[in-house]
């Protein structure tokens, strides 16, 4: 399979490449480094990718900016992809009041670049967007959960396992995780849904910049 995963030096694009790489898949990472420009130094990804490089055996690199609808098209082009996972973000809520037009940019059009070329050049692709808890404002936390040893569980699960509605509700559970092996439940959960966005709550693991 080949894998193209957007976002690949940053926190759950890196995660995903090193699973993908791991399972013996192809994986194409697009990541631009715009991390630094949103953070600043601090915010620097190249470390991620040089680990990436000597970890991984089959991982090659596009230092691509997925506001560049031309060059993602020639990427999609020249290279057909079996799954989209798509990471690159402009990931900070307080951030994106600063900086509305390029966080739209980044998030908005960037998105559709990728959904447009994904369309055109590997329809067949199943596409993952990571999205975030945020789109449903505080309703999460009005979930009743149960702590279990690892992790949190729904306390009433029937609520949630029933009907064609319970997408969302899946994704939500994939996100009750156990440790750092969050990106990897919540992909391997994802891909089973066929395509799909997952709204992410707070994750944190190694690849933090
Ligand atoms: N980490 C969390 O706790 C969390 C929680 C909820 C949702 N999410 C969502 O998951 C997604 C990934 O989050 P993350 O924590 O891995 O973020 P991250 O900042 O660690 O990684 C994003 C990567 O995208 C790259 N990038 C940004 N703009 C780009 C562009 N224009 N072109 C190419 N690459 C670009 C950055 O350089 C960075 O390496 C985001 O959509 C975020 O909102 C994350």
Same mark, same amino acid.
């Not at 399979?1 to 193209?4: G, S, T, Y």
């Not at 090659?60 to 560049?68: Q, W």
């Not at 996100?175 to 750092?180: A, C, S, T, V």
């Given at each position: 399979?080949?894998?193209?995963v ?5 926190l759950?694009?890196s ?6 790489? @791991? ?15 949103f ?11 040089e680990?990436?490089?000597?970890v991984?055996?089959?991982f ?13 098209e020639e990427l ?11 990471? %690159?973000?402009?990931?900070?809520h307080?951030k ?5 037009? $390029? ?5 908005a059009?960037?998105? /559709?670049? $990728?959904?447009?070329?994904? @369309? ?5 692709? /199943? ?8 789109? &449903? #404002?505080? %309703?999460p936390?009005e979930?009743?959960?149960?702590? $279990?040893?690892?992790? &949190?569980? &729904? ?7 029933s ?6 509700? @899946?994704?939500?559970a994939l996100?009750?995780?156990? #440790? #750092?092996n969050?990106?990897?439940?919540m992909?391997?959960?994802?891909? %089973?849904l ?5 709204? $992410? ?9």
């Open positions: 399979m080949k894998v193209l957007t976002g690949s030096s940053g759950i694009g995660e995903a490449v090193e699973h993908f790489d @791991r399972q013996g898949h192809e994986v194409v990472g697009v990541d631009n480094n715009m991390r630094r420009v953070f600043g130094p601090a915010g620097d990804t190249l470390w991620n990718l680990r990436l490089k000597g991984t055996k089959r090659t690199h596009a230092a691509l900016d997925i506001r560049d609808r031309t060059a993602i999609f082009r020249t290279q057909r992809f079996d799954l989209i996972v798509h990471c %690159a973000a402009q990931p900070s307080d994106a009041r600063e900086i509305p037009l $390029l966080d739209f940019e980044v998030n059009l960037g998105t /559709v670049n $990728l959904l447009e070329a994904t @369309r055109q050049h590997s329809p067949e692709a /199943v596409f993952v967007f990571l999205s975030t808890n945020k789109v &449903y #404002g505080d %309703a936390n979930i009743p959960l149960k702590e $279990l040893e690892k992790r &949190y569980d &729904y306390a009433r699960a029937e609520r949630f396992e009907g064609g509605g319970s997408c969302r509700a @899946r994704v939500w996100l009750q995780h156990e #440790g #750092g969050l990106s990897r439940r992909l391997d959960g994802a891909l %089973a066929g395509s799909g966005a997952a709204r $992410l709550f707070v994750v944190s693991g190694e690849g933090d910049a």
